[in-house]
Nanobody, 117 residues
Framework: QVQLVESGGGLVQSGGSLRLSCAAS????????MGWYRQAPGKQRELVAT???????KYGDSVKGRFTISRNNAKNTVTLQMNSLKPEDTAVYYC???????????WGQGTQVTVSS
């Protein structure tokens, strides 16, 4: 099972930007579909973004146009660039490996993002 370690969370003011990174273990990273989920207090986990090995992206409606997912196969990393952050983006963000059918195969430990108004 692939190990995922997130970094880059923190506190930012509304309208600001943050960049989350996820480092993955193993030699098969380049064929994995990867993604980010988030969970706010008292809410269910929701899809933020996914990125296939072929470069196809998918975004949750609430982040479209503001967030960008990318990957570096040479470094086994996936990145989430978050711009124009809003207080409602406050959540724990999880890096995931996405399996066929959209199922999640592996979860990172999560990184906290807090957006102040």
């Amino acid at each position: 099972q692939v190990q995922l370690v997130e970094s880059g969370g923190g506190l930012v003011q509304s309208g600001g930007s943050l960049r989350l990174s996820c480092a993955a273990s193993g030699s098969m990273f380049n064929i994995y579909a990867m993604g980010w989920y988030r969970q706010a207090p008292g809410k269910q986990r929701e899809l933020v973004a996914t990125l296939t090995s072929g470069g196809t992206t998918k975004y949750g409606d609430s982040v479209k146009g503001r967030f960008t997912i990318s990957r570096n196969n040479a470094k086994n990393t996936v990145t989430l660039q978050m711009n124009s952050l809003k207080p409602e983006d406050t959540a724990v963000y999880y890096c995931v490996r996405v399996l066929a059918g959209g199922l999640v195969g592996s979860w990172g430990q999560g990184t906290q993002v807090t957006v102040s108004s």
